[in-house]
């Protein structure tokens, strides 16, 4: 018997549409400065991307606040039971018509690898990419902040360089996975209506 | 780059086209929406880029050499100075001490000095006089004297032609008595009147008669009217200075590429500064003068001042010609980025994006070629379609070029010379001078330099410079000018420095540095980010520059390529992952 679930809050799903906004934007701009290829020009490039920057600072903090104050920062606490049985249904049983292996509920509404997956990009990913950043926006700053016998610009470029490979990575990997719901447009319509499909 | 350099010589003046262009290849993106949400990558593209010099005018007249040394004078008798100085307290037509025929520029200079009483003996100290200047940096001694460079190359043995720009009268051989007040020449830096002209080969003097200049020309030059030209002085002008500076290396924008005659009265295009219309600067503006010292100078620049700040200028002990003396070194209010750019780069490598923005400045000057004669036996000029020279038999080939993109090196200040008796490797590229500085020493700025070529004569068996005599007057048998014989001018440039010719001579290729600091842009010129970052063009301003780490030209290529081939390999696993699903699924539809 199937039953609906509100698992996206409003909210949420501002957030999450927002953020896409913002990381593939940044995406395209930031690949502009470090030189893969032209399309607004150098300096709008780094205009733009410098405030799509600050723009995404801006909603990580009403974003965080939210997952602190509804506690839904819990959805994230990394678990690896069933991470043996997402890894084999992705990998067999979702070519032979097998059910999904998990049931999304309210308190749970992330399977067992979104949840290393979406934890991986929170505390690597974007830690990578926001120190880099906010060092080489502030470059100028390293010599009044004494950090200038410590860094390169060389490697802050490189290590956010490194992240913003990864964040593509994850952004192709993690719009496939959409359509890898209990139906093809399943995780895509919770995302959008806020409902979830499930099972009792 | 000794090859390089030889190649590019034509007899006739004009260069091979390079050959060479830059291919970069760049990763092009497309995007593909999909709900809003779906990313594809990789496609690569090449866009082939020509790094073709702009080319100059191949030769189209030839004309007979007169038979004095082709020079360019400042335009006569013109009218209105650019800058009257009108607050000054003193009209010197009223003085007393002025009304009276002068019948030569040293009796002018007594009339001076009764008032000015010492600035003669300020004069006597100055660069402009003694033409010489120790580096205490390097312990070289420098200065018109001593240095050859790769242009008219050496005073010595030539000084009644090239002590037409001293500020000073009869400088003819080393008999001048640089000690004699009545021998500074006061009018060439402060009259106004425009008509006051030293002519080369005068040793300093103006025409004090008509004379036929150059001689055998046909051309009258007017003999100067002192007294007018005496009461007309004051504050120095643009012209009065670009008298000589603009002119220097020969002729009218041959030497420096951001001094030449169009600053006379120039508009906000051309300089920001001194625009007619604008600020209206003079050259002593910036070169703020205390008791005839002008401060600026090639030999020592400042490349980096040692805090940039603004300062009191002509009280501290500090540059006042800088950029930072009046800008400091973060004067841009609205990006702060561009204020941190500054600490790297001087101010002139963005604010001046080219030069020769006024008319175009020699390039190149190779003596190797000079001497050749026409049928008659008799020198000759080619010219180029713009109507400068591409070969004078009296000198060689040359090429001009405008709108000249420097180039860019790391510069402290320090400079090198190769001088009389430097010993140098023949099968390189001499460097008259040689600009010190690097990305790390923390002294230097990344400066545009103008970037002067040229091949000329060496001793072969000492392996030094040599000094060719080149002017003479008549009946002088051993000036190039007039002999067209290299051993006899070789010997007799070298006999002038009581030095010894082997008499076994060759051209050796050489290159001069400029540094490009005048001729500053109004800031809607001054270079784009994408000039240096990456350039639309494929080739950055800053491509050769060592040391730094430019975003969108310095990416890490293993980073690069593994990211794009990670990013590549999971698009391509997901897409697989798909197909096999929806093979799957038709089947279990069927089924």
Not at chain 2, 34 to 59: C, E, I, K, Q, W
Not at chain 2, 204 to 210: I, T, V
Not at chain 2, 214 to 226: E, T
Request: hydrophobic share 35%; with cysteine.
């Amino acid at each position: 018997m199937s039953q609906r679930i509100y698992v996206f809050k409003r909210f949420e799903r501002f957030w999450h549409w927002s953020q896409a906004l913002l990381i593939i934007s940044l995406l395209v701009t930031g690949f502009e400065v470090h030189g893969s290829y032209r399309l607004l020009g150098f300096e709008k490039a780094v205009s733009w991307h410098t405030t799509l920057a600050w723009s995404l600072v801006g909603l990580w903090v009403f974003a965080i606040f939210w997952h602190v104050t509804t506690g839904e920062w819990r959805q994230y606490i990394p678990t690896l039971s069933k991470v043996d049985a997402m890894i084999r249904y992705y990998a067999f049983g979702i070519f032979t018509g097998a059910p999904h292996p998990f049931k999304v509920t309210r308190l749970r509404k992330h399977n067992p690898l979104q949840r290393l997956a979406y934890l991986g990009v929170f505390l690597l990913i974007s830690p990578l990419i926001w120190v880099s950043g906010w060092l080489y926006l502030f470059n100028s700053q390293w010599t009044a902040w004494g950090l200038n016998a410590y860094l390169s610009l060389q490697w802050v470029a490189f290590f956010h360089t490194l992240g913003a490979f990864l964040m593509l990575t994850f952004l192709i990997a993690h719009v496939y996975l959409i359509t890898a719901g209990h139906t093809l447009g399943a995780h895509l319509k919770a995302m959008i209506t806020g409902w979830e499909e499930g099972e009792a | 780059m000794a090859e390089a350099a030889g190649s590019s010589w034509h007899p006739l003046g004009c260069r091979r086209a390079p050959s060479s262009s830059h291919r970069k290849t760049k990763i092009m993106f497309r995007i593909h929406s999909l709900l809003l949400l779906t990313l594809v990558a990789g496609l690569s593209a090449t866009s082939p880029v020509s790094l073709a010099n702009p080319d100059t005018a191949a030769p189209t007249s030839v004309e007979p050499s007169p038979d004095y040394p082709k020079i360019t004078l400042p335009p006569p008798a013109p009218k209105s100075p650019a800058i009257k100085d009108s607050k000054s307290t003193a009209d010197h037509g009223k003085f007393k001490e002025l009304q009276r025929d002068f019948q030569s520029g040293p009796e002018v200079t007594q009339a001076c000095l009764e008032c000015h009483t010492e600035a003669a003996r300020q004069v006597h100290q100055s660069k402009h006089w003694q033409w010489e200047y120790l580096n205490p940096q390097t312990g070289q001694l420098l200065g018109k004297k001593y240095i050859i460079n790769n242009f008219c190359t050496s005073i010595a043995s030539n000084q009644a032609f090239c002590t037409a720009c001293h500020v000073g009268y009869g400088w003819k051989d080393d008999s001048f008595d640089f000690a004699n007040q009545e021998n500074v020449d006061c009018l060439v830096c402060h009259e106004s009147t425009g008509t006051y002209r030293k002519l080369p080969g005068m040793a300093g003097h103006p025409p004090y008669k008509d004379v036929e200049f150059p001689p055998q020309s046909g051309r009258i030059v007017k003999g100067v009217n002192l007294q007018a030209v005496a009461q007309s002085v004051g504050k120095s002008s643009r012209r009065n200075c670009g008298a000589c500076h603009f002119y220097g290396g020969g002729g009218d924008a041959v030497k420096h590429g951001d001094l030449d005659s169009t600053l006379t009265n120039p508009g906000r295009y051309l300089d920001v500064h001194m625009d007619k219309d604008g600020l209206n600067f003079s050259c002593g503006e910036c070169h703020l003068t205390t008791g005839h010292e002008v401060p600026g100078s090639r030999y020592a620049p400042t490349a980096k001042d040692v805090d940039d700040k603004a300062h009191m200028r002509g009280k501290d002990d500090k540059n006042p010609a800088t950029c930072q003396a009046c800008h400091a070194n973060d004067p841009h209010r609205q990006n702060a980025r561009l204020n941190h750019h500054a600490e790297k780069i001087a101010c002139q490598t963005c604010h001046i994006p080219e030069f020769a923005r006024g008319q175009p400045t020699k390039m190149q000057w190779d003596w190797s070629t000079a001497g050749k004669l026409d049928q008659d036996g008799k020198p000759f000029i080619v010219k180029d379609s713009a109507g400068h020279p591409a070969y004078d038999s009296k000198k060689g080939d040359f090429r001009y070029e405008s709108n000249v993109i420097p180039t860019y090196v790391w510069f402290n200040g320090t400079v090198h010379y190769t001088l009389r008796d430097t010993h140098l490797d023949p099968t390189q590229v001499v460097q008259i001078n040689r600009f010190d500085g690097s990305p790390d020493d923390g002294q230097s700025k990344i400066w545009p330099i103008k970037v002067f070529r040229g091949k000329q004569p060496y001793d072969k068996a000492t392996q030094q410079l040599l000094i060719p005599h080149t002017f003479g007057t008549e009946g002088d048998g051993a000036a190039f000018w007039k002999v067209f014989d290299w051993n006899k001018a070789l010997e007799a440039g070298m006999r002038a420095t009581d030095r010894h010719f082997s008499g076994e001579f060759g051209f050796v290729s050489t290159e001069m540095a400029w540094p490009i600091t005048h001729m500053v842009a109004p800031k809607e010129d001054a270079l784009r980010c994408d000039q240096c970052h990456a350039p639309a063009e494929g080739v950055g301003r800053l491509d050769q520059v060592p040391g730094i780490y430019m975003p969108g030209r310095s990416a890490n290529p293993w980073l690069d390529r593994a990211g794009w081939i990670l990013a590549l390999l999971t698009l391509l696993g997901v897409l697989a992952h798909g197909a096999v699903r929806m093979v799957a699924a038709r089947k279990g539809a069927r089924q």
